[in-house]
């Protein structure tokens, strides 16, 4: 990778107009990774992201305008911000090279919108921002397969409300954060019943195996539950009941699935019945009371809950696209089809043929072997947007070298244009060439 920089004399790599020193042994942010930064597809509201993010926002706050809305936070984060204060283990698996993005050790592409948890609850209690919750959508990257649903980069939308606890309550008085809780959720609930597509739950809601944090009452928990469950119930049936056609059932099977996310407790995921399979849509939990205290707030007073909110993939199926990569096209054909506020289906224009191309290779065998996303790595930045997929079709090992052979097929099929096989060709041995010099593969 230090080769890739070596023109730079100063071993920097610059990210929206700032220059970040390498690190030898952290960076592995890539040129055509870093190109993507500057592309910002959810402030484009004639944009399919651009036009769900404001969607979702007029939804949620037409119920009690209860959120302050943030769109231009930059993608290069700190470890600290994206892991540390969200309370990560040292040793979890979402910190490695081979799934983030790294400018250096200190800094890195945002992995998730839950990175800037922190700093908008801190604007919260410094009265920066007024309001009792935020959404925040922004792109966000991760090292990744490819194909039609993956793509390193894709967007987010954080959500998040706070109740301020009540301190001084007289014994047999309702605390006035209980009372505000509860007008609260009457409020999402009135306006979830008035959607036109209703939404059937699946939901045991038993905390066996999630358990709640020990600052919070019982009541509490419910209630914080139930005014979440219902606001990402109420963007889902808004969402949903637009891609519905009118023909089809005006009702949205969901289910909530419990998870683990190491900065909220109970924690869960849900998933709509869409096209005979669960489709998951967004992560959540009731937040941590150490992710308030890192933002300033003295232990146990605040309590809430956060979501974050997959947008690439609602956006497919609201539009009809059927390749991620589609959202990045600069071609007129596709942006011209989207405008402002305006759902549409996607009108595909011609597909140009595919070519495939095998590369089969015998592993060295030490330690440092390759990663299967380090092979997408050098495909993803030598042909960019040029390939389809990237699949492992073969793999044995070898009776008596015991070495391991590894068979990838790569589609080259271009959104925009013929390809011509002289270019993959070249492409291809490119391909191969990084992998050799890179990982000391033996070519077969
Ligand atoms: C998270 O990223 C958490 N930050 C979500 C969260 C926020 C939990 C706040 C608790 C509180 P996860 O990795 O599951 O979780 O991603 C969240 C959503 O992003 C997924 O449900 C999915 O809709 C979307 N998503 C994840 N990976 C991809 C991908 N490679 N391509 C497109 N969408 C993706
Ligand atoms: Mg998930």
């Known amino acids: 990778l230090v080769r890739l920089f070596a023109t730079q004399p100063s071993k920097t790599v610059s990210v929206l107009g700032k220059d970040y020193e390498i690190s030898d042994t952290q960076t592995n942010v890539t040129p055509k990774i870093i190109s993507l930064t500057s592309r910002s597809l959810h402030l484009n509201n004639s944009h399919p992201i651009g036009i769900l993010r404001k969607i979702i926002e007029s939804r949620l706050?037409?119920?009690?305008?209860?959120?302050?809305?943030?769109?231009?936070?930059?993608?290069?984060?700190?470890?600290?911000?994206?892991?540390?204060?969200?309370?990560?283990?040292?040793?979890?698996?979402?910190?490695?090279?081979?799934?983030?993005?790294?400018?250096n050790d200190k800094y890195l592409l945002?992995?998730?919108?839950?990175?800037?948890?922190?700093?908008?609850?801190?604007?919260?209690?410094?009265?920066?921002?007024?309001?009792?919750?935020?959404?925040?959508?922004?792109?966000?990257?991760?090292?990744?397969?490819?194909?039609?649903?993956?793509?390193?980069?894709?967007?987010?939308?954080?959500?998040?409300?706070?109740?301020?606890?009540?301190?001084?309550?007289?014994?047999?008085?309702?605390?006035?954060?209980?009372?505000?809780?509860?007008?609260?959720?009457?409020?999402?609930?009135?306006?979830?019943?008035?959607?036109?597509t209703k939404i059937v739950v699946q939901d045991d809601n038993s905390l066996d195996g999630n358990p709640k944090q020990d600052y919070m009452t019982d009541l509490e928990v419910e209630l914080c539950s139930r005014h979440l469950k219902r606001s990402v119930e109420l963007v889902v049936s808004?969402?949903?009941?637009?891609?519905?056609?009118?023909?089809?059932?005006?009702?949205?099977?969901?289910?909530?699935?419990?998870?683990?996310?190491?900065?909220?407790?109970?924690?869960?995921?849900?998933?709509?019945?869409?096209?005979?399979?669960?489709?998951?849509?967004?992560?959540?939990?009731?937040?941590?009371?150490?992710?308030?205290?890192?933002?300033?707030?003295?232990?146990?007073?605040?309590?809430?809950?956060?979501?974050?909110?997959?947008?690439?993939?609602?956006?497919?199926?609201?539009?009809?696209?059927?390749?991620?990569?589609?959202?990045?096209?600069?071609?007129?054909?596709?942006?011209?089809?989207?405008?402002?506020?305006?759902?549409?289906?996607?009108?595909?224009?011609s597909k140009y043929p595919g070519s495939i191309r095998d590369i089969a290779f015998w592993v060295p065998d030490n330690a440092f072997s390759i990663h299967e996303n380090d092979l997408m790595e050098i495909v993803r930045d030598l042909a960019g947007d040029l390939v389809e997929s990237v699949k492992l079709v073969d793999k044995f090992i070898h009776p008596k070298t015991k070495k391991t052979s590894l068979c990838y097929r790569i589609n080259y099929q271009s959104m925009d244009r013929n390809l011509t096989s002289s270019e993959i060709n070249k492409i291809q041995e490119e391909v191969a060439k990084e992998l050799v010099e890179k990982y000391d593969v033996e070519l077969r």
Request: hydrophobic residues 35%; charged residues 25%; aromatic residues 14%.
């Open 110 to 196: 945002r992995t998730h919108t839950s990175a800037h948890e922190k700093e908008c609850f801190s604007n919260m209690k410094n009265g920066i921002t007024k309001k009792q919750g935020f959404l925040l959508s922004a792109d966000v990257y991760r090292r990744d397969e490819i194909d039609r649903t993956h793509y390193p980069a894709f967007h987010q939308m954080e959500g998040a409300r706070v109740w301020q606890r009540d301190q001084a309550v007289a014994t047999g008085e309702v605390p006035a954060h209980i009372q505000q809780l509860k007008e609260d959720i009457v409020m999402v609930e009135k306006h979830l019943e008035q959607q036109k």
């Open 238 to 349: 808004e969402v949903f009941n637009k891609a519905l056609s009118t023909e089809e059932a005006s009702e949205l099977k969901v289910r909530w699935i419990k998870a683990y996310f190491p900065w909220t407790a109970p924690s869960w995921e849900i998933e709509v019945w869409w096209k005979g399979e669960w489709l998951e849509l967004c992560g959540c939990g009731l937040v941590r009371e150490q992710v308030y205290i890192n933002s300033g707030n003295k232990p146990g007073t605040n309590i809430g809950w956060a979501f974050g909110l997959g947008l690439d993939r609602i956006a497919m199926l609201l539009f009809g696209i059927p390749d991620i990569r589609l959202f990045w096209s600069n071609d007129e054909r596709f942006l011209q089809q989207f405008k402002a506020g305006q759902i549409k289906t996607f009108k595909p224009y």
């Open 61 to 103: 706050n037409s119920v009690d305008n209860a959120y302050d809305i943030y769109a231009d936070f930059k993608p290069v984060v700190t470890v600290e911000e994206n892991f540390d204060s969200l309370g990560f283990s040292e040793d979890h698996p979402g910190r490695s090279k081979s799934d983030t993005y790294y400018i």
